[in-house]
C-alpha cells in the first residue's frame, strides 16, 4: 500500500491533493430505524476486514513518517448505508463488496442467516416508515504531498 501512496504522489498535479477515506476500526452496527428513532443496533455479523484497514493505515503513518504526505486535516465520521428491506440493503453491501475475497463457513452462514430473519422480524413488527441500516465509522483526511 506504500507503493501505491508513492504513485499517487507521482500522479498528483501541482498543488493536488489526496483525499483519504476508510472505515475505522471497529464492527460497523446493523440498525433499523422508523421516523428518526433507532429501534434495534446490534454489531454486523459480517465484519472481516481488520487486516485491510490495519494495512491502509499503516502504509498512511508510514508514508507520513517518511514525509511523502502531510496531514492536514482528519477526522471521524457515521456513515450510513439505508435500505427500505434487510434483502435490498444486503444485495446492495453483497455488491458493493464483490471485490473482497472473503470465504464465510456454514456455522457463520447460518449465524447471519438467523441474525437479519430476526432483524425481519422486528422491522415486520413495527409497522410502517421502517429502514434497515447498515451504521460505520469512518475516517477521513487531506493529505498534502511534501515538497
Known amino acids: 500500500m506504500v507503493h501505491a501512496l508513492e504513485q499517487i504522489r507521482r500522479l498528483l498535479r501541482p498543488g493536488g491533493i489526496l483525499i483519504d477515506i476508510h472505515p475505522v476500526q471497529e464492527a460497523p452496527l446493523t440498525e433499523v430505524h422508523q421516523r428518526g428513532r433507532v429501534l434495534f443496533a446490534e454489531p454486523s455479523l459480517a465484519y472481516d476486514y481488520d487486516e485491510d484497514i490495519h494495512q491502509a493505515e499503516r502504509a498512511l503513518a508510514r508514508c507520513v513518517r517518511r514525509r511523502i504526505f502531510v496531514r492536514e486535516r482528519g477526522r471521524e465520521f457515521d456513515f450510513l448505508t439505508y435500505g427500505s428491506s434487510v434483502r435490498e440493503l444486503r444485495g446492495f453491501l453483497e455488491e458493493a463488496n464483490s471485490f473482497h475475497e472473503s470465504s464465510i463457513d456454514e456455522e ?35 493529505l498534502t504531498p511534501r515538497s
Not at 413495527?126 to 477521513?140: D, F, L, Q, T
Open 108 to 142: 457463520d452462514e447460518a449465524r447471519e442467516t438467523e441474525f437479519y430473519d430476526r432483524v425481519v422480524c422486528i422491522m415486520k413488527a413495527a409497522g410502517e416508515g421502517v429502514e434497515v441500516a447498515m451504521h460505520e465509522r469512518a475516517r477521513i483526511a487531506r
